[in-house]
């Protein structure tokens, strides 16, 4: 049967063209001053603002250590929003959102400046019509998160019920660092704030192409049928950086790349790639789905063979040359921490037995990519002659996450002439060749979807646990265990190569 649709958008409040306006609310943003704060929070508040997404009545409190006046973080945050927004800078527009914002100076652990923290948020809730609506983005060190709770709990910031609104809270990756402290921070997170108030951000989900990987499975009749087994030989998933791990080595030194981009990002875009059809387009029934897909996850048995990682040595990049890990500024000169991890994944549902997930990520790598490549098994027979044939690949659906964002379809045709022979092509569809709209950056998406109360697009709990469960034995086995070395500009360790060619397969030199 024909669905009928309203032509008039405004007529169907169901109609998701049509602009979400957050209700007037506060964001309250701890580490304020931190790079993440400068370098994407504060450039997307100013990108909705210039896009007239915020509502009327709307305040940034910002809180951290540094004894500033607002004049201090006024000329801070307009510094960040002109050198970071993704829109224009437009003073018009500054200068109405300079009007609100506010800063707070204290520490964590600081009672009085907590309870200083709640009289200005009921203060400018107040004077803005705000009513009690206000969510808290912890933009800050992993280990502060059980303080900041507590005082949250504390001065009753956190309480739907003494707030008289919603209160949300934004929680920043990493979530955790094994199966345990995960369950540790979210049952702390849980204590403070119910479920559905509790925003975890992977960024990834915010980006336009990871969302359009779901309108491409399941608004298409084209690609699902295929979509499996008996279709689909493998799938690689590829987060590939050209950077070192620039001022972060301490963070980074702790964590390495399954920690930091395996359990969160990859594994997130696997779950779209592989999830089954939701039954509606809304939080709970993609994150079913999500879950689903992740806990079928499983590891191979030889994981000598099937799970590599890596540490970059000094090589060249783009015409410069580049140091190796155990000579970057910070890193003790005897690490085991991994700059690359590959690894072979199953998923043991009906869909994708047999069918292997190869899955990578690393830094200093030949370039900035991140990409799903869906390759397809070989025609069953080829009426041609082998020499017709031979520059015939696997036909391929790429979906390219970053840059370029787009599709890529890669098949054979004939090429031109009176002889037969059959050469791989590609037919290419770009964002920003095919739509005048650019796309949102993930952050300025993710914060609005905060703002409205849209989960859509944030991890719950349960995805976080499952994740874990797959990274955990990973490292488990990585610890007494030396990362094999490859050199900066390469595509990662030879041993990484050798694990696709034991299965008669190459990876992707996108
Ligand atoms: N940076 C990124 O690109 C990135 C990417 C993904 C996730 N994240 C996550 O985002 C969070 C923030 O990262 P970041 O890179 O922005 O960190 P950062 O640059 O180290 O900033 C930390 C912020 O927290 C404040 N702070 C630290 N200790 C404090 C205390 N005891 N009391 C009050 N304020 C305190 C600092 O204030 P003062 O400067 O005034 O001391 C600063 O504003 C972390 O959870 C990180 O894992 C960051």
Not at 378 to 403: K, M
Request: charged share 30%; glycine share 8%; with cysteine.
């Amino acid at each position: 049967m024909a669905r009928t649709v309203s032509t008039n958008p405004l007529r169907d409040p169901r109609d998701r063209r049509l602009p979400r306006l957050p209700e007037p609310c506060a964001l309250v943003v701890f580490g304020v001053t931190g790079d993440l704060a400068k370098k994407k929070l504060i450039p997307a508040v100013y990108d909705l603002a210039n896009r007239g997404l915020l509502p009327p009545g709307f305040v940034l409190l910002g809180f951290a250590r540094r004894d500033w006046e607002d004049q201090d973080f006024a000329d801070l945050a307009r510094e960040a929003a002109k050198e970071g927004s993704r829109t224009p800078f437009r003073d018009e527009v500054w200068d109405r959102l300079a009007g609100s914002l506010k800063f707070l100076s204290g520490a964590f652990d600081d009672d009085d400046a907590f309870d200083r923290l709640a009289q200005e948020l009921r203060d400018l809730e107040a004077s803005h019509g705000i009513q009690g609506n206000a969510a808290f983005y912890l933009s800050i060190p992993p280990p502060a998160f059980p303080t900041v709770l507590k005082q949250m709990e504390r001065t009753q910031m956190a309480s739907n019920e003494a707030a008289g609104g919603w209160r949300r809270v934004v929680v920043e990756k990493p979530f955790g660092h094994d199966l345990e402290s995960a369950r540790e921070l979210n049952s702390l997170v849980d204590d403070v704030f119910s479920p559905g108030d509790v925003f975890r951000i992977d960024h990834y989900l915010g980006k336009e192409t990871v969302q359009n990987l779901l309108a491409l499975r399941f608004a298409n009749t084209l690609f699902e049928p295929i979509w499996g087994s008996h279709f689909v030989d493998s799938v690689q998933i590829t987060m590939a950086e050209d950077v070192g791990i620039g001022s972060r080595a301490g963070f980074y030194d702790e964590t390495g790349a399954a920690r930091d981009v395996l359990q969160n990002h990859l594994l997130q875009l696997l779950a779209l790639t592989a999830m089954e059809e939701p039954v509606s387009f809304n939080a709970d029934a993609i994150r079913t789905e999500k879950l689903k897909a992740l806990r079928a996850i499983s590891l191979p048995e030889d994981l000598a063979r099937y799970a590599v990682r890596g540490q970059y040595e000094q090589g060249w990049l783009a015409g410069q040359r580049v140091k190796g890990y155990l000579d970057e500024a910070n890193i003790p000169a005897d690490s085991s921490t991994e700059t690359y991890a590959g690894v072979r994944l199953g998923i043991e549902t009906r869909r994708w037995a047999g069918v292997p997930f190869y899955l990578r990520t690393g830094k200093r790598l030949p370039r900035r990519v991140t990409e799903i490549a869906v390759s397809f098994k070989r025609a069953p027979h080829l009426p041609f002659d082998v020499t017709d044939t031979t520059e015939l690949g696997h036909n391929q659906l790429v979906i390219r996450v970053q840059p370029d964002e787009g599709v890529t379809l890669r098949f054979g045709s004939k090429v031109p002439g009176s002889a037969m022979e059959v050469r791989d092509v590609a037919m290419d569809f770009l964002y920003g060749e095919a739509f005048t709209e650019g796309s949102p950056e993930a952050y300025e998406r993710l914060i609005l979807d905060v703002l409205i109360g849209d989960g859509t697009l944030f991890p719950n709990n349960d995805e976080v646990e499952a994740s874990w469960r797959v990274i955990d034995p990973l490292e488990a086995y990585w610890r007494d265990t030396k990362p094999h070395p490859y050199r900066a500009g390469e595509w990662g360790p030879a041993a990484a190569d050798e694990m696709l060619e034991a299965d008669g397969r190459r990876w992707r030199r996108p």
